[in-house]
């Protein structure tokens, strides 16, 4: 048994959803009843059209394409094909022929002729003029020029230069070898010969410095060998003592082993094979066969209801359906109707509240009272500027009649305070733009848009969700009603039917055919032939009467002379033998 530890397949990661509150809970139960109540009439009627549109389809407009192409086939492409086939074919067979052979008789041989009675005559003659002309003018004059003129010549320089190569090069190479490179070769040979005895000396040397150094070598190794078989007796000293502390781990987790899969067997029995048992012992057999009786209870059951099925049909389908449509569809529909006007009406104030009352707010009640006391605020300024500049006039001219360091301290003075007072309307007018605009922005984004957006979103997507969980429950129920409503039929019309068919029709049309329609075909048929053999018979006789009357009234037919010369042919295959034939000549016929 594997028990080892497998690592489980890592679970596909799924972007969650932030949490949700009471509020979208309390939201989800209501929508998703509403839209079921409101998507299961249309998910039935959806299904019944869409059933009666596959029937229609299927078993209507079908068939009736196939019947209208075959009718319009009959109509319009058999004849039209039977023309091309019959009359149109042939005649245009015909004219292609005739065309053919008169194109062929007017264009075509003519020519022929041409080129094969003159033109090729004609270019076969010019051509072996021209051949005849380029030769006695081209290659004659240049072959006679190669054989009498350029091959002597040729053969002479041939004949110069092979003197002068042996005579110049190769005597010259000889010369050389045999004067100067044979003795400059000994010499090298003798050279050699000694360098090799030096180098035969040093080698002898070294050799014996070799031998020496590997004495030396040779001692240190066997002292190294001593000390190897040393250290090697006492690793396999501490080798087997591992190996038998091993042994005893290996017999402990064997025997472990054992006993865990021991373990592990009677676990599993306990586990798995033990319940299973159990339950199929005193839970599943005994639930067989309280649901076996259940069955026989109920088809008895079915069979007793059989006989008031057409009342029960109607308990159950037509009258709740009636019950349905005035009790609950017409107040569901004006309920819905009354919903949907209430929903507008609460859109529309939903609008307004969020839209249009706000800012008529924020004008009525923050920006006219700001822009009032902005106003007055620009009027108290500009007061007080137009005291400033008259004080600040009367300075100047105070000061017009100072000297040049008062003048230059006033407008420092100056400067400072208009700088002062720059700063002063800079901040207010940022105070006021903040508080007149950006505040109220930001407030009623946050406090009133985006909770009002989640709003919005949740409810538009449990509503979708609500949808889609509302059709396929629809899709569901729609299922079961047509199953129930298919298993009504057919227990009421097709069961009956078949049983008929097959207990009472089947049975009935075997008797009629054994006993009335067998006898009476071959009464049919004995008389059908008694009545051609008496036609025959009458026909014979007529035939024979008037035969009479011609021998009587013309005599009788002269017989034919047998023709003089036999027909000549083949003899045919030999016949076979019977008994009463004969193959010998004399007992021959």
């Known amino acids: 048994m594997d028990w080892e530890k497998h690592p489980t397949p890592a679970e596909p990661v799924t972007a969650e959803r932030p949490p949700e509150g009471c509020l979208v809970a309390a939201i989800r139960i209501p929508v998703r009843i509403v839209v079921l109540v409101l998507v299961v009439p249309i998910r039935l009627t959806w299904d019944a059209v869409a059933a009666g549109g596959r029937a229609v389809w ?52 003519p020519w022929v002729a041409l080129w094969r009675r003159v033109l090729v005559p004609v270019g076969r003659g010019v051509a072996l003029a021209l051949a005849w002309t380029g030769r006695a003018l081209f290659v004659r004059p240049w072959v006679a020029l190669w054989r009498h003129a350029l091959a002597p010549v040729g053969r002479g320089v041939r004949a110069v230069a092979l003197w002068v190569w042996w005579k110049g090069a190769v005597a010259s190479v000889a010369w050389w070898y045999l004067r100067v490179m044979t003795p400059a070769g000994h010499g090298i040979v003798r050279l050699s010969r000694g360098v090799w005895a030096g180098l035969a000396f040093v080698g002898r040397g070294i050799a014996r410095l070799a031998s020496v150094v590997r004495g030396g070598v040779v001692a240190v190794g066997r002292g190294a060998g001593w000390l190897s078989r040393a250290v090697g007796a006492g690793l396999a000293s501490v080798g ?31 586990l ?98 700001v822009g009032r006391a902005t106003a007055f605020l620009f009027k108290l300024v500009g007061a007080y500027l137009a005291l400033a500049g008259r004080a600040l006039a009367a300075g100047l001219a105070w000061l017009g009649r100072g000297v040049w360091s008062g003048l230059a301290w006033l407008a420092r003075g100056v400067w400072v305070g208009v700088a002062w007072f720059g700063r002063g309307v800079r901040t ?162």
């Open 58 to 109: 299927r078993r209507g407009l079908v068939p009736l394409a196939r019947g209208t192409g075959q009718l319009l086939r009959a109509v319009f492409v058999v004849p039209w094909v039977w023309l091309w086939a019959r009359v149109l074919a042939p005649a245009a067979r015909g004219v292609g022929a005739a065309l053919t052979w008169l194109g062929g008789a007017l264009f075509v041989r």
């Open 428 to 589: 207010v007018a940022v105070t006021l733009v903040r508080w007149i605009f950006v505040v109220p922005a930001v407030a009623l984004w946050r406090w009133v848009l985006v909770p009002v957006g989640r709003a919005v979103v949740v409810l538009v997507r449990e509503t979708g969700e609500a949808l889609g969980h509302a059709w396929r429950v629809a899709g569901h129920v729609s299922r079961a009603v047509g199953r129930f409503l298919g298993r009504i039929l057919r227990w009421i019309f097709v069961d009956p039917v078949r049983w008929a068919y097959r207990n009472v029709c089947t049975p009935l049309g075997h008797l009629v055919r054994d006993s009335v329609w067998r006898p009476a075909a071959q009464a049919v048929k004995g008389a059908g032939h008694a009545a051609r053999q008496a036609l025959a018979a009458a026909r014979e006789s007529v035939s024979q009467a008037r035969a009479d009357v011609r021998r009587a009234l013309f005599g009788a037919k002269r017989a034919e002379p047998e023709p003089l010369v036999r027909d000549r042919r083949e003899p045919g295959p030999p016949q076979a033998r019977t008994l009463g034939s004969s193959t010998t000549a004399l007992t021959k016929d």
């Open 240 to 270: 087997r003592g591992i190996a038998r502390l091993a042994s005893s781990i290996w017999a402990g987790l064997t025997a472990a082993g054992r006993g865990l899969r021991v373990g592990g067997v009677w676990l599993l029995r306990a």
């Open 272 to 369: 798995f094979v033990g319940p299973w048992v159990w339950l199929y012992a005193r839970v599943l057999l005994p639930l067989g066969g309280g649901i076996a009786w259940l069955a026989r209870g109920i088809a008895a059951a079915v069979r007793a209801l059989g006989a008031g099925l057409a009342a029960l049909l109607r308990a159950l389908v037509v009258v709740p359906a009636v019950w349905l449509y005035a009790h609950a569809l017409s107040p569901l529909g004006r309920g819905i109707a009354l919903l949907a006007r209430g929903a507008a009406t609460a859109v529309i104030w939903l609008a307004k509240a969020l839209f249009v009352w706000p800012w008529v707010w924020l004008h009525t009640r923050v920006l006219a009272p």
